[in-house]
Structure formats: C-alpha cells, structure tokens
T-cell receptor, first 114, second 112 residues
C-alpha cells in the first residue's frame, strides 16, 4: 500500500478564517512533506518533517503552521491567508533516515482563498 | 546551485508515435532521480527511481534511463491515456533531511 490520504479534497476559506489540512500515511515512513503547487508549475517545497521534527522550513510565511502529531499524521494549519495562497497543497512521505528513496504523494487539497 | 531542466515543455504525439522526454540536471552529488506522472488537479504519481548511470527501468510503455548528466523517459507506442504532465525530480541532501527538487515538467498530449 503506497497511499497518502489528504483531507479535505477541496477547501474554500475567507481571509479571516482558520482551517487545517490533514495528511495521513501508514507506510511506516519517517519523512513527511508539504508542497504547494500553482497551476502549470512544479511542486514547491514548504516544510519537511524528519522523525516528527521540523527539519526544513523554506521561508514560508507564518500564516502557514505545520504540525506533526505522530509518525503517521501531518497537519497544516492555515490562518489569515491571502488570495495568492490559493493553490493545490500536496502532502508526501518517504522512508526517511539514511535512505534516498522515492516520495509518495497524496491527491492534494485544492485551496481557494476568497 | 542544484538545477533540474526538462524538455520539451510540451509535446503532442499521435497515438502510436514513440518519443522521449529529457531531464537534465546539475546537482552536487545525485542521490536519486525520480519520474512522476501528474494528471490535472491530482497529486504526482510515482513511476520510477534511478540511482546510477546506466540504470534502466521499464513499466508498460514507459522506459526510464539515466546517464551522468541526464535522464530520458522513453514512451513507446503511446495511447491517449498516457496524456499527462511528466515530472522529474532529484534527491539532494540538505542538512538533516533529503528533499526533492523538481523540474518544470513536460506536458504530454497523445492524440487518438
């Protein structure tokens, strides 16, 4: 099973709302990622968690707040977003540790900020 | 600086017309090159991992190859359902984590 599950699939939120994106995997992977993808562009890395610790934050604005409650779950908390934050948000996981293995992606959350 | 460049940006083929997509890279120490397929509005679907020059992987109509400077994704006798954006990515080491750096993708359209 190589499934990464993201919820919700679609989200519309106002600029004053607070919402969360959720991601779950049961492959025993210890590295989890958040990517942002705009139309006709490749995914851009936002955050990397390695063994439940934040190891990379690609200078993402503080209105995006990641959380890794355990090795299977990854959340992205959203607050006071801007319309330009509208995008497809992708979660991914890989084995982590010393391995340089492939990452498996979820189907994404299509976020629209109004 | 690590760079991944894919060409062409877009490719239109007739059904059955074989072709190749290119991914060239300049990274300080390749730790893996990965090919993904992405359908509109969906997450990337993993296809292949290549680790060393000379390595080849095949799956149905797709074959991926790797040299020291580039990778090719060969598509033999494509069908309309092969239409998608094909992304390559390289694994680089950054601090305590290993992250993927993506190319900009090739949008493939296969016409019936």
């Amino acid at each position: 099973d190589t499934e990464v599950t993201q919820t919700p699939k679609h989200l519309v939120m106002g600029m004053t709302n607070k919402k969360s994106l959720k991601c779950e995997q049961h492959m025993g992977h210890r590295a989890m990622y958040w990517y942002k993808q705009k139309a006709k562009k490749p995914p851009e890395l936002m955050f990397v968690y390695s063994y439940e610790k934040l190891s990379i934050n690609e200078s993402v604005p503080s209105r995006f707040s990641p959380e890794c409650p355990n090795s299977s779950l990854l959340n992205l908390h959203l607050h006071a977003l801007q319309p330009e934050d509208s995008a497809l948000y992708l979660c991914a996981s890989s084995q982590g540790g010393q391995g340089f293995t492939e990452a498996f992606f979820g189907q994404g959350t299509r976020l629209t900020v109004v | 600086e690590d760079q991944v460049t894919q060409s062409p940006e877009a490719l239109r083929l007739q059904e059955g017309e074989s072709s190749s997509l290119n991914c060239s890279y300049t990274v300080s120490g390749l730790r893996g090159l990965f090919w993904y397929r992405q359908d509109p509005g969906k997450g990337p679907e993993f296809l292949f991992t290549l680790y060393s020059a000379g390595e080849e992987k095949e799956k149905e109509r797709l074959k991926a190859t790797l040299t020291k400077k580039e990778s090719f994704l060969h598509i033999t006798a494509p069908k309309p359902e092969d239409s998608a954006t094909y992304l390559c990515a390289v694994r680089v080491f950054s601090g305590s984590a290993r992250q993927l750096t993506f190319g900009s993708g090739t949008q493939l359209t296969v016409l019936p």
